[in-house]
């Protein structure tokens, strides 16, 4: 998808350009009818003039009944044609394409194009494609170009009429669009701040609400008042500018205008006199001066318009046609019978700074081996583990499954090889059934409700009822699953892996929100769903991954100690330190408090 305006327009335009070719043409014609009707008043005046009332019909009855023709059929056919083309062909059509391949892209985007915004002003941007391009080309066809086939026509006719009054008009129209020339770029870039503002305004408000009980339970009412404010204040004054700039333009049209009528008024008077033109001429060229005062005027609220939707649409463009820093290579295959060994090899990975997260990570695990991946908060644990799952690639160094650099597979493979349970664990805002069958879309009912009992999840799940009256699998979660507790969205999660049963087994801090009766039950079930897959795990608790063949223990991206429990605890290093807090060493005893 283009990142540029013009081939992003051109882009779509391909896509439907059968549509809009006709729409092109019969707005042509419709604009070429609107110029005629004011020849035929000019005719009709001329004809009237010189011809006896009794004897009217009998002499010009072609002349009327074509005049007649053109005005109820042709023009009536060509109005109602570009209707239906832009009103059943482009706008539902149209809109709906380009908001859709715009979702389409942006689901494709990697994990921190996500991490960097706001979703609710990312879904703006989609919604805002249709909308902004479609009304764009359609105000271009409808408004633009129906002007530019109505004034050459205009100044076709005064040139029929007398070549100075088609010299006047010429000059008019020089120096109407010379200043929309000059003027209209800046009315773009402005434009465009505009509608960034507004958009930074969106995603201001969008983040409060989105995070409303964080501002309830820290009373941030007023300091989210004052953020929104401020995004107000911004867009304000970038409206202001903008206003400021159309109205300057509107008064400099109004005065173009108003030196048309009159000279143009003047003219034809003058013309008249000498017996250059008729008094039906005269009226034609009255008629036409006066439209194209009001078009003129008219086409600056276009313009307004125009330029507001190519501004809205260039912001759009800078969210929707990013180009995407994680994507399959052109040959990639697939990842298939996945046996679970994985490999990193001299990984380093810093979120683009100079040093950080991970650096220089060398780690081996075979299949089926169980690890468990342990450091201090900010070691690099978790981004280990995306790295993995390729949310992000490595700056330096390869990943392994198989023997399978994980850059030369797709990504839906790798991912489908590898079941998640995170510490952040968020649900669809849709049914239970739909949460935990997403990994395995084939999975029937029983199947569902077979690993829900497994994560101890079913017993709760009977319980749950929605506010439209779904109970059971059948009720929403609300968005993220905030209708559940934190526990009863992890035991889903869990669910969920479960049901997908990949040979990869990926736990970051998988049991974290769950109280200790409900997860040990839990345990055996994952003891049992890690027989035979290779686990990768984290948990800060370290009780829980202490059984695990291996613990690698990260500090500052780099592992620093490796092996089993019982090693690690005798070596005395960093792990033991760890264990020793959490069994109750961090608290002092009563004589040191002393």
């Known amino acids: 998808m283009p990142a540029d305006v013009g081939s992003f327009i051109l882009y779509f335009l391909r896509q439907a350009r059968w549509p809009f070719i006709a729409f092109l043409v019969i707005g042509g014609l419709v604009g070429l009818v609107e110029a005629s009707l004011f020849y035929f008043v000019g005719v009709l005046i001329d004809t009237l003039k010189v011809s006896d009332p009794a004897t009217i019909w009998s002499e010009h009855a072609w002349m009327l009944i074509g005049m007649g023709a053109v005005v109820l059929l042709v023009r009536t056919l060509a109005l109602s044609i570009s209707t239906l083309i832009n009103e059943q062909a482009i706008v539902p059509s149209f809109f709906a394409l380009i908001r859709w391949q715009s979702h389409r892209r942006v689901l494709r985007q990697s994990y921190q194009f996500f991490q960097d915004d706001f979703a609710g002003r990312i879904a703006t941007k989609v919604m805002q494609s249709g909308q902004s391009l479609g009304d764009f080309l359609i105000s271009l066809i409808q408004s ?146 006066l439209r194209i005062n009001h078009m003129s005027g008219w086409m600056m609220f276009q313009f307004n318009g125009l330029f507001r939707d190519l501004g809205t649409l260039q912001d759009t463009i800078a969210t929707v046609a990013v180009p995407i820093s994680v994507v399959d290579k052109p040959q990639a295959s697939s990842l298939a019978g996945v046996k679970g060994a994985v ?124 506010a439209s009256g779904r109970i059971g699998y059948d009720a929403h979660v609300g968005e993220r699953g905030v209708k559940l507790s934190g526990g009863q969205r992890q035991r889903i999660a869990i669910a969920r892996v479960f049901l997908k049963n990949a040979p990869i087994l990926v736990l970051d801090e998988a049991t974290s929100s769950l109280d200790s009766e409900v997860e040990t039950a839990i345990q055996e079930h994952l003891l049992a769903l890690m027989e035979g897959k290779t686990v990768v795990a984290i948990a800060h608790r370290l009780s829980t991954i202490a059984h695990l063949d291996r613990l690698v223990v990260l500090d500052r991206g780099r592992i620093v100690e490796d092996g089993p429990h019982e090693a690690l605890i005798t070596r005395g290093g960093l792990y033991a330190d760890l264990w020793t807090r959490q069994s109750g060493g961090f608290l002092p005893t009563a004589a040191a408090a002393a």
């Open 144 to 289: 633009i170009w129906f002007f530019a086939v109505f004034s050459v026509t205009s100044i076709g006719l005064f040139a029929a009429l007398d070549w100075r009054l088609a010299l006047l008009l010429i000059g008019w129209f020089a120096a109407y669009f010379t200043v929309l020339a000059r003027t209209l770029p800046e009315v773009r870039r402005r434009s465009k701040t505009m509608s960034q503002a507004r958009s930074a305004l969106n995603g201001r408000m969008v983040d409060s609400y989105t995070n409303i009980q964080t501002v309830k339970l820290f009373t941030g009412q007023f300091h989210e008042d004052q953020f929104a404010r401020e995004g107000l204040a911004e867009m304000l004054a970038a409206a202001r500018a903008f206003t400021r700039l159309i109205s300057g333009l509107r008064i400099t049209l109004a005065v173009l205008s108003g030196l048309l009528i009159t000279t143009t008024g003047l003219l034809g008077v003058w013309l008249w006199q000498q017996g250059a033109i008729t008094i039906g001429s005269l009226a034609v060229t009255l008629a036409l001066v």
């Open 343 to 466: 490999q990193f090899e001299n990984i380093r990975f810093t979120y683009g700074k100079d040093s950080g997260a991970i650096e220089d990570l060398a780690l081996s695990i075979e299949p089926g081996e169980k690890v468990g991946i342990v450091g201090r908060s900010g070691a690099g644990k978790t981004t280990m583990l995306n790295l993995l799952l390729r949310l992000y690639d490595p700056e330096q160094g390869r990943i392994l499954i198989d023997g399978h650099d994980i850059k030369h597979v797709t990504q839906d493979s790798l991912r489908r090889a590898i079941g998640v349970v995170t510490q952040d664990t968020s649900l669809l805002h849709r049914s239970i059934f739909d949460n935990i069958a997403y990994g395995s879309p084939t999975s029937t009912y029983e199947d569902v409700v077979a690993a829900a009992k497994r994560a101890h999840a079913h017993g709760f799940i009977a319980d749950v009822r929605d």
